[in-house]
């Protein structure tokens, strides 16, 4: 007996194709795409929407590039930093409707804060553009890291600061640190001021930049695990005036990521 020959669906060979090069990839753009599938960026942008639906890949905002979904085993607890970006994205996505300038979301490393993604793309402003992802941040120096390093833990907080501090820090100046963060904590925010003597990452750039930032961690069990930020050009606005205008949706930003990331840990 003949065994019969079954046709392939050559559309669904194609997305597998896509889907499997954005796999090995990790992050691939849609021209990388192009390049390595030959096919139209028409068609390969209707087959990366398709997978994104089907939560199989999803777009990075700072960059536009396809990422796959983080799974189960990859995304072994909630602080992983793919799951905080992916769950992140849309949230800074719907940010960037209601607030006129951009943010980053940062997470916690040994001596800095690391950007893990940034919705900057979304405006089309020179003086709008963060990141990119993977910067370092200081955290006695950036309105990201203050917000971190003020919400955290006694224990966690002692220890940052001990990696941070000079050999012969300026007499009182730690105490001056302790201070602006206790002030972090009491009105729920941070920003760049006021200026500090530590020599950390991010200083002169603080120093140059002509941004102003506000920051607000966000939360997961009532422990921060991120902040993210708004910046913008300082000549644009007085810090007490865009607080006023963004500060509430940058917080509820920060507690729907945070509620988010709770409700779908792994």
């Excluded at 930093?81 to 800074?92: G, L, R």
């Excluded at 001056?176 to 941070?190: E, I, T």
């Amino acid at each position: 007996m003949l065994e019969r020959k079954v046709k392939t669906v050559r559309a669904l060979e194609r997305g597998l194709d896509v889907l499997i090069e954005v796999q090995t990839r990790k992050a691939a753009s849609l021209h990388e795409l192009h390049l390595a599938t030959g096919l139209p960026k028409a068609t390969l942008l209707r087959m990366l929407v398709t997978l994104g639906q089907k939560g199989l890949i999803w777009q990075r905002l700072a960059d536009g590039a396809y990422l796959p979904h983080v799974d189960r085993i990859e995304r072994a607890s909630v602080t992983s930093p793919a799951h905080i970006a992916e769950v992140a994205s849309s949230h800074m996505k719907a940010l960037s409707t209601k607030v006129a300038w951009p943010s980053v979301l940062a997470a916690p490393r040994l001596d800095h804060m690391e950007i893990l993604e940034t919705n900057s793309p979304l405006f089309r402003l020179d003086s709008a553009i963060l990141g990119p992802v993977g910067v370092k941040l200081s955290y006695i120096h950036t309105a990201t890291g203050r917000a971190y390093l003020a919400a955290c833990g006694d224990t966690e907080r002692d220890s940052i600061i001990d990696r941070l501090r000079p050999a012969n820090p300026p007499e009182g100046s730690e105490a001056d640190l302790r201070l602006m963060l206790q002030q972090v904590r009491q009105r729920g925010y941070a920003t760049r001021d006021p200026l500090l003597p530590w020599p950390d990452r991010s200083k002169q750039l603080v120093l140059r930049d002509g941004r102003r930032s506000m920051a607000v961690p966000i939360l997961v069990g009532g422990a921060p695990i991120a902040t993210i930020n708004v910046t913008w050009p300082g000549r644009r606005g007085a810090d007490e005036a865009v607080v006023q205008r963004h500060l509430a949706a940058l917080k509820a930003t920060a507690r729907a990521i945070g509620a988010a990331l709770e409700a779908n840990p792994n």
